[in-house]
């Protein structure tokens, strides 16, 4: 049965809750949020085909979103930050030391959109489990393991100024502008058969349940054999993605949204941004848009954040993670 987004947010904002719905809530600073009890969901890999189980578990404040692979030598740690990044094919990967994690952007999405800035993310392998190739999943397991804000507060990173990138016909700018996360995309197809998409959207609690956490990953059929001699898609099927060929669609239920496929690039937007660590106030702009692009974007607004005045990247959480940096077990 498909995934239910309106029973999703029902019950999930009952317990999480959401930045614009908070009565504490400033222009200035989010308060920081955990989990309350440990969740956990098992399911299959998308790249590398392993079978997964994943656990939220609560986390301190200023722990930051820390990944935890149960299966490495003394629970490898790594933190969720752009310094972090060392892949991006098809894909987001992190790694700490010699130990990495693979597709961590869906994750990291619903994580984000939610305001959970403090969670241990436990993996007995180097991937967390697809589930139906969307983030709806992890809403259901925040569901399980509800929220409860911190102490302290997380400072958003307000945009002062553009910032730009651009390479081969990708576009990406964000601007200063007065809400959180604000994101227009485009995207077109390298057929006349399917048109271009287009969806502007503020990302909220509310917008992102709605609107984008269904959005499922995509790809076009002729890219699949190249991508399986790279070892890549080893656990897709039509379970948990959207193939295109000629503008035919297949999949195991139709489409979620007429416009899926634009959504899903909003998705993966907010979870490649999320490696910023801090939320963030501007208007996002993306034509044509993948990982490489999203994670390049996080690293210009990080290094242009060092010369603002109003909102530089957050140096309490950058000295509380000093230890992760280093490799250190997370407690």
Known sequence: ????????????????????????????????????RPAETTGIALHTGNRVT???????????????????????????????????????????????????????????????????????????????????????LLEQAGVEDQPGTVPILVIEEPVYYEHRGTNMIILPGPKLMQVSCTIAFPTPALPGQYLSLDVTAHSFARELARARTFCLYEELEPLMRAGLIQGGSLDNAVVIRDGA?????????????????????????????????GHIIAIK??????????????????????SPIDGTRRHNMAGLERGAAVS
């Open 54 to 140: 994943m656990r939220f578990l609560p986390a301190p404040p200023d722990h930051g979103i820390v990944f935890v692979r149960c299966d490495h030598p003394e629970g490898a740690s790594i933190p969720a930050c752009v310094d972090h990044v060392v892949g991006v094919n098809r894909g987001t990967t992190l790694r700490n030391g010699t130990a990495s994690v693979h597709t961590v952007e869906h994750v990291l999405a619903a994580l984000s959109a939610f305001g959970i800035t403090n969670v241990r993310v436990e993996l007995t392998a180097s991937e967390p489990p697809i589930g139906d190739g969307s983030s709806a999943p992890y809403l259901e």
């Open 249 to 281: 669609i297949f999949s195991r239920e139709g489409l979620r949204y007429p416009d899926e496929f634009v959504r899903h690039k909003i998705l993966d937007i907010v979870g490649d941004l999320a490696l910023l660590q801090q939320p963030i106030q």
């Open 1 to 36: 049965m498909p995934i239910q987004s309106s029973t999703i947010l029902g019950r999930v904002m009952g317990t999480v809750g959401g930045i614009e719905g908070r009565k504490d809530f400033s222009l200035e600073a989010i308060p920081q949020r955990t989990v309350k």
């Open 289 to 310: 848009p993948g990982h490489a692009a999203n994670v390049e974007l996080a690293r210009r607004i990080k290094a242009a954040a060092k010369r603002w005045t109003r």
